[in-house]
């Protein structure tokens, strides 16, 4: 929370198709982040931004893609090219030192 | 690459007994930061330590970062149920750059 929305909160896709999941902040924070978590584990950076039009790989890009067209929005694609989907996925921004993370989306593919 | 390990992985305690989780970096630091994870829910900021050998308090949580800026734990005393949750350090090697999240404690208390 803390102005970072993540919708929808449960997703479940077949395999084989791509999801975008979306993440929204209203804070004005610069630098957003994708994170992967899966059962028992800690936070994975997928892909991460630091300003409008420019982003990096982060630990676990390979399958996924994003964007970062507007300040506000940092859309995460999984494709089908990712091999083991199902995870929660949690975004984040920040401006200085703490991260603010959303609420998260938790996908399953079938 | 930097790795940020944590242990210990789980935690199972009475209520009122202390609990503590270390962090341990393969690369000096900048800062360290450590996050709180309700059941069900997302990360939330605790604190971040950027000096050597600082400590810091909230309550009943006590926070240190090692003298190298290599390592760091977090104690709590006389753990409620409230304090449930899995606990993540999270490193920095320089200032401005990504954060490296360890793999967190998961603390279970039993009232």
């Known amino acids: 929370d803390g102005g970072i929305t993540q919708s929808p909160k449960y997703l479940f896709r077949k395999e084989g198709q791509n999801v975008t999941l979306s993440c929204e902040q209203n804070?004005?924070?610069?630098?957003m982040y994708w994170y992967r978590q899966d059962p028992g584990q800690g936070l994975r950076l997928i892909y991460y931004?630091?300003?409008?039009?420019?982003?990096q790989k982060g630990d676990i890009a390979e399958g996924y893609s994003v964007s970062r067209e507007k300040k506000e929005s940092f859309p995460l694609t999984v494709t089908s090219a990712q091999k083991n989907p199902t995870a929660f996925y949690l975004c984040?921004?920040?401006?200085?030192?703490?991260?603010?993370f959303g609420p998260g989306t938790r996908l399953t593919v079938l | 690459g930097q790795q940020v390990m944590q242990i210990p992985q789980y935690q199972h305690v009475q209520e009122g007994e202390d609990f503590t989780t270390y962090c341990n970096s393969s690369?000096?630091?900048?800062?360290i930061q450590w996050y709180k994870q309700r059941p069900g829910g997302h990360p939330v900021f605790l604190i971040q330590l950027v000096k050597s050998g600082e400590v810091k308090k909230q309550k009943r949580l006590t926070f240190q970062f090692g003298e190298a800026k290599k390592n760091s734990s977090l104690h709590i005393t006389a753990t409620q149920t409230t304090d449930v949750g899995t606990y993540f350090c999270?490193?920095?090697?320089?200032?401005?750059?990504?954060?490296?999240f360890g793999e967190g404690t998961q603390l279970t208390v039993n009232p």
């Open positions: 804070l004005n924070h610069d630098a």
């Open positions: 999270a490193g920095r090697q320089t200032s401005g750059s990504r954060l490296t």
């Open positions: 690369t000096t630091l900048s800062n």
């Open positions: 931004s630091q300003i409008v039009n420019d982003f």
């Open positions: 984040a921004s920040t401006q200085g030192n703490e991260q603010f």
